[in-house]
């Protein structure tokens, strides 16, 4: 084996490195470098040469062991306990064991050599070095340090009795949960639960105190779960730090505060948006979780029904007017106008949007944060928007009369205008906005359709199970076998994947109210709800229940879901 020192000729390791990286590609080496003789391993990472032949030159080179795969490469918990995820990541190296108690360091490059040597220093062990790909020993890396995190009752265990709130006011900005090792037990305790979230998918983590005891919960797939109960005596430590991490202050405690913070975990960024409130026994914090490498949803992917699809791509494809998503908080309605600004983006419009907050990043549309505090509101932002050209404006939420006759009126004026309300269903979003004050008339001209949603829990697919329901089921569900070509529904039993839930992930079930002349003339008459809803039906339209007994039709979701989510005046 072949170590690197200060005498070693370092031109005669790239010659050798690239006769045999030249040896591995064949023509691949050739068409980037020529008839050069020497090469180094950063030079051909720059020109996108395979990392695995990468590491393998890099063996043959040294004369040092090679693997391409670590996935059955046991990690060394000494590696793991004495070395913080930060410095791994930063020179690519884990530390690897076998059952004869051999240690190892995997590494990529050349540089790494030295930092095994210092290691082997540090631990009082002799490593020896092994090469593989990169992406293998990142991947490595994050697998390992998500496994060493442990269990958050383990360190409320080494918490009780503590004192501990000197512990907990370092604040680091973009600090990677999986670095746990050298954390303060309270620090530690609440990158766990915040781990343990994003584990789960969780959209929102509650601290929510009682009289007697402190609760943690957590909202997956639109439904709250307990998930721990640390003692009640830690309750303002765990607040504080939760504090500290949003910028907030930790000594006032009789107003509500907001913050803000971004977390690591291993290659993933996760926005938190943290809100605390006081209440009767001691203050209680929210922590919405956004998920910065979940893909966007295209509209194809919503669960949108074929009907509806091409209705709603129809009326984004419009020159102007304004189209509406309505639902309840969290049912999905930016999502929905994220994917129709996907299908719509292009070279040749100009979009904007005003968001609060902005949930993802959209390439090539400019979004813009608005702000109470700070004098942005959606109404002064809207009026700033028409002067900068747009062909499509997306209005986050209509709030108030002042955004609502705005946005109505540049719909009016040449934009096409995206928006959402809240209101129970999709006829209820133009009495919502007469209730705002917009004349009748200006809502029958502008209104392009409005579509109404919710979000259902599928049933989950490691544990799906299907039933012939009773003629009792049938009765309480209001059900016709009709309904059910197959005649059998289908739940899930609970494992593992959905953690005992059944459920797993979730899909929209839509509403789809498209403004014709019947509609318009309803409008203008000041028709209440009930009775453009019963026109829009009778033109077709397919209600929010209706869609979602499809569903459970289609064995997506169960009828306890489409219940839970929609009332029966909604069928």
């Given at each position: 084996?072949?170590?690197?020192g200060?005498?070693?000729?370092?031109?005669?390791?790239?010659?050798?490195?690239?006769?045999?990286?030249?040896?591995?590609?064949n023509?691949?080496?050739?068409?980037?470098?020529?008839?050069?003789?020497?090469?180094?391993?950063?030079?051909?990472?720059?020109?996108?040469?395979?990392?695995?032949?990468?590491?393998?030159?890099?063996?043959?080179?040294?004369?040092?062991?090679?693997?391409?795969?670590?996935?059955?490469?046991?990690?060394?918990?000494?590696?793991?306990?004495?070395?913080?995820?930060?410095?791994?990541?930063?020179?690519?190296?884990?530390?690897?064991?076998?059952?004869?108690?051999?240690?190892?360091?995997?590494?990529?490059g050349?540089?790494?050599?030295?930092?095994?040597?210092?290691?082997?220093?540090?631990?009082?062990?002799?490593?020896e070095?092994?090469?593989?790909?990169?992406?293998?020993?990142?991947?490595?890396?994050?697998?390992?340090?998500?496994?060493?995190?442990?269990?958050?009752?383990?360190?409320?265990?080494?918490?009780?009795?503590?004192?501990?709130?000197?512990?907990?006011?370092?604040?680091a900005?973009?600090?990677?949960?999986?670095?746990?090792?050298?954390?303060?037990?309270?620090?530690?305790?609440?990158?766990?639960v915040?781990?343990?979230?994003?584990?789960?998918?969780?959209?929102?983590?509650?601290v929510?105190?009682?009289?007697?005891?402190?609760?943690?919960?957590?909202?997956?797939?639109?439904?709250?779960?307990?998930?721990?109960?640390?003692?009640?005596?830690?309750?303002?430590?765990?607040?504080?730090?939760?504090?500290?991490m949003?910028?907030?202050?930790?000594?006032?405690?009789?107003?509500?505060q907001?913050?803000?913070?971004?977390?690591?975990?291993?290659?993933?960024?996760?926005?938190?948006?943290?809100?605390?409130?006081?209440?009767?026994?001691?203050?209680?914090?929210?922590?919405?979780?956004?998920?910065?490498?979940?893909?966007?949803?295209?509209?194809?992917?919503?669960?949108?029904?074929?009907?509806?699809?091409?209705?709603?791509?129809?009326?984004?494809?419009?020159?102007?007017?304004?189209?509406?998503?309505?639902?309840?908080?969290?049912?999905?309605?930016?999502?929905?106008?994220?994917?129709?600004?996907?299908?719509?983006?292009?070279?040749?419009?100009?979009?904007?949007?005003?968001?609060?907050?902005?949930?993802?990043?959209?390439?090539?549309?400019?979004?813009?944060?608005?702000?109470?505090?700070?004098?942005?509101?959606?109404?002064?932002?809207?009026?700033?928007?028409?002067?900068?050209?747009?062909?499509?404006?997306?209005?986050?939420?209509?709030?108030?009369?002042?955004?609502?006759?705005?946005?109505?009126?540049?719909?009016?004026?040449g934009?096409?205008?995206?928006?959402?309300?809240?209101?129970?269903?999709?006829?209820?979003?133009?009495?919502?906005?007469?209730e705002?004050?917009?004349?009748?008339?200006?809502?029958?001209?502008?209104?392009?359709?409005?579509?109404?949603?919710?979000?259902?829990?599928?049933?989950?697919?490691?544990?799906?199970?299907?039933?012939?329901?009773?003629?009792?089921?049938?009765?309480?569900?209001?059900?016709?076998?009709?309904?059910?070509?197959?005649?059998?529904?289908?739940?899930?039993?609970?494992?593992?994947?959905?953690?005992?839930?059944?459920?797993?992930?979730?899909?929209g079930?839509?509403?789809?109210?498209?403004?014709?002349?019947?509609?318009?003339?309803?409008?203008?008459?000041?028709?209440?709800?009930?009775?453009?809803?019963?026109?829009?039906?009778?033109?077709?339209?397919?209600?929010?229940?209706?869609?979602?007994?499809?569903?459970?039709?289609?064995?997506?979701?169960t009828?306890?879901?489409?219940?839970?989510?929609?009332?029966?005046?909604?069928?």
């Amino acid at each position: 084996m072949v170590l690197l020192g200060e005498h070693t000729d370092l031109a005669d390791v790239y010659n050798k490195f690239a006769a045999a990286l030249r040896a591995e590609l064949n023509g691949q080496f050739d068409a980037v470098f020529g008839d050069s003789v020497a090469c180094s391993p950063a030079q051909a990472r720059q020109a996108d040469l395979p990392e695995p032949a990468i590491a393998l030159a890099l063996s043959e080179t040294l004369n040092v062991p090679f693997r391409e795969s670590l996935a059955d490469c046991p990690v060394s918990h000494e590696f793991l306990s004495g070395v913080p995820i930060s410095f791994a990541r930063r020179h690519c190296l884990i530390g690897l064991t076998n059952d004869n108690g051999h240690r190892a360091v995997a590494i990529a490059g050349l540089s790494q050599l030295t930092q095994v040597q210092a290691l082997s220093r540090v631990l009082g062990k002799s490593l020896e070095p092994i090469f593989a790909p990169r992406d293998e020993i990142l991947r490595a890396i994050n697998a390992a340090y998500q496994q060493q995190s442990g269990q958050a009752e383990r360190v409320i265990e080494e918490l009780d009795g503590r004192q501990v709130m000197g512990e907990i006011e370092q604040a680091a900005k973009n600090e990677d949960l999986l670095d746990v090792a050298s954390r303060a037990p309270v620090i530690k305790l609440v990158n766990l639960v915040l781990f343990e979230a994003i584990k789960r998918r969780a959209s929102d983590v509650h601290v929510q105190p009682y009289e007697d005891r402190l609760m943690i919960r957590m909202r997956v797939d639109g439904v709250l779960h307990d998930v721990l109960t640390p003692p009640k005596a830690l309750q303002s430590e765990i607040i504080s730090r939760i504090k500290i991490m949003g910028g907030m202050n930790i000594a006032e405690r009789r107003i509500a505060q907001d913050g803000r913070e971004t977390v690591e975990v291993g290659d993933r960024l996760v926005d938190l948006r943290i809100s605390t409130l006081p209440t009767s026994f001691g203050e209680r914090a929210v922590i919405r979780l956004l998920d910065k490498s979940i893909r966007l949803y295209k509209l194809g992917d919503l669960g949108m029904p074929p009907a509806i699809r091409e209705h709603f791509c129809r009326l984004i494809h419009s020159d102007h007017g304004i189209v509406l998503v309505t639902g309840p908080t969290g049912s999905g309605k930016s999502t929905t106008l994220y994917a129709a600004l996907q299908e719509l983006n292009s070279k040749e419009l100009n979009i904007l949007t005003l968001e609060d907050p902005i949930e993802y990043r959209l390439e090539g549309i400019s979004q813009t944060q608005v702000s109470d505090k700070k004098g942005m509101t959606f109404a002064t932002g809207l009026r700033h928007v028409l002067r900068q050209d747009p062909d499509i404006i997306m209005v986050g939420e209509i709030r108030d009369a002042e955004t609502a006759k705005m946005a109505i009126q540049s719909a009016l004026t040449g934009h096409l205008v995206f928006s959402t309300l809240h209101t129970n269903d999709a006829a209820g979003a133009v009495a919502r906005l007469l209730e705002l004050g917009v004349e009748p008339y200006l809502v029958a001209s502008s209104l392009l359709g409005v579509v109404a949603q919710r979000l259902v829990r599928r049933i989950c697919a490691g544990c799906r199970t299907s039933f012939v329901p009773s003629q009792a089921d049938l009765q309480r569900w209001d059900l016709k076998k009709s309904q059910l070509p197959s005649g059998k529904l289908f739940h899930g039993q609970g494992c593992e994947q959905c953690l005992q839930t059944g459920y797993r992930e979730r899909v929209g079930a839509f509403e789809f109210l498209e403004v014709s002349e019947p509609i318009r003339e309803l409008v203008n008459q000041r028709a209440k709800a009930s009775t453009i809803k019963a026109a829009a039906m009778d033109g077709g339209m397919t209600t929010l229940r209706e869609c979602g007994i499809e569903k459970v039709a289609e064995g997506m979701t169960t009828m306890e879901e489409v219940i839970r989510v929609t009332s029966r005046d909604e069928f």
